[in-house]
Nanobody
Framework: QVQLVESGGGLVQPGGSLRLSCAAS????????MGWYRQSPGKQRELVAT???????NYADSAKGRFTISRDNAKNTVYLQMNSLKPEDTAVYYC??????????????WGKGTLVTVSS
């Protein structure tokens, strides 16, 4: 059983910063691509940023210049540093990862999400 657990969400004022963390645990041999997605009420889940095992990152246009994704392969953890937050960044943020299990099978796993609210 593998799970992703997000943390770091909360209430922040416009212009503020938050750092999200997502740790993978379980019978893990390695983690491949990891990423963050978000979903606002009434909207579809959308990509925020992804990062591959070599550290190459990809960002949605809405995140470029404000958000930074990083990872610690030794800890099977991915981070999302969010700066200059706007009210429109309010959403539930979900972690996603392609995980190589000890059984030599790759599973795509989602976390349960962490709520980020940007409001004054």
């Amino acid at each position: 059983q593998v799970q992703l657990v997000e943390s770091g969400g909360g209430l922040v004022q416009p212009g503020g910063s938050l750092r999200l963390s997502c740790a993978a645990s379980g019978s893990i041999r390695a983690t491949y691509a990891m990423g963050w997605y978000r979903q606002s009420p009434g909207k579809q889940r959308e990509l925020v940023a992804t990062i591959d095992s070599s550290g190459m990152a990809n960002y949605a246009d809405s995140a470029k210049g404000r958000f930074t994704i990083s990872r610690d392969n030794a800890k099977n953890t991915v981070y999302l540093q969010m700066n200059s937050l706007k009210p429109e960044d309010t959403a539930v943020y979900y972690c996603n990862a392609d995980i190589l299990l000890m059984t030599i099978r790759v599973d795509n796993v989602w976390g349960k999400g962490t709520l980020v609210t940007v409001s004054s």
